[in-house]
C-alpha cells in the first residue's frame, strides 16, 4: 500500500490540491453528477483511451467529494478495468480493487500532517472532522504506521 501513498502524495506535489475533482479535470478525466438509485454512489468507466467519473448528485458534497477520491483511485490504479458501481457497501469490500480505491481515497484526501497533529483524537472524531466515514480515517492511520 506504500505504492498507492506515494501516487496520491505525488498527485498532491504536482497539482498543489487534494480535491479530486480538480485533480481529475487536470488529468482529463470526465466527471459527471448523474441521478443514480440511493444504492449507487458512483462508478469509473474507462471507453477508448478516454475516463469518466459518475456520481451521485444526491448525496452530499463531501461525501461526493469522498466518492470521487474512489472513483479518482480506479481510474488511476485500475485505469483500463470499468469498476462496478460504488454500492453504499464498498466501505466494507474485501475485493482488492476497492481497498486500493479506498485507501488511496484516504491518502488523498487526509494529509500525514492533518493526523499527526490530531494523535490524541479517536479515529471516529477525526472522521467527524475530515467529513469522511471512520473506515477511511482507519485506512489512513494503518498506511502510517
Not at 21 to 36: G, Q
Not at 96 to 115: C, G, P, Q, V
Not at 123 to 131: C, F, G, P, R, V
Request: hydrophobic fraction near 40%; include cysteine; charged fraction near 25%.
Amino acid at each position: 500500500m506504500c505504492r498507492i501513498k506515494s501516487i496520491a502524495d505525488d498527485l498532491f506535489n504536482k497539482y498543489k490540491t487534494r480535491n479530486p475533482f480538480e485533480i481529475a479535470r487536470l488529468m482529463n478525466i470526465n466527471v459527471t453528477l448523474w441521478s443514480f438509485h440511493d444504492e449507487i454512489n458512483g462508478l469509473y468507466k474507462y471507453e477508448r483511451r478516454n475516463r469518466f467519473i459518475y456520481i451521485n448528485n444526491n448525496l452530499s458534497e463531501e461525501f461526493q467529494l469522498l466518492v470521487c477520491a474512489h472513483e479518482l483511485g480506479h481510474a488511476i490504479l485500475h485505469s483500463r478495468h470499468n469498476t462496478p458501481f460504488m454500492r453504499k457497501n464498498t466501505l466494507l469490500s474485501v475485493s482488492r480493487i476497492e481497498i486500493e480505491a479506498n485507501t488511496f481515497a484516504a491518502e488523498l484526501l487526509i494529509s500525514d500532517d492533518f493526523i499527526t497533529n490530531n494523535k490524541h483524537l479517536t479515529t471516529q472524531q477525526l472522521a467527524s472532522l475530515h467529513n469522511v466515514p471512520e473506515e477511511i480515517v482507519m485506512l489512513k492511520c494503518k498506511g502510517l504506521l
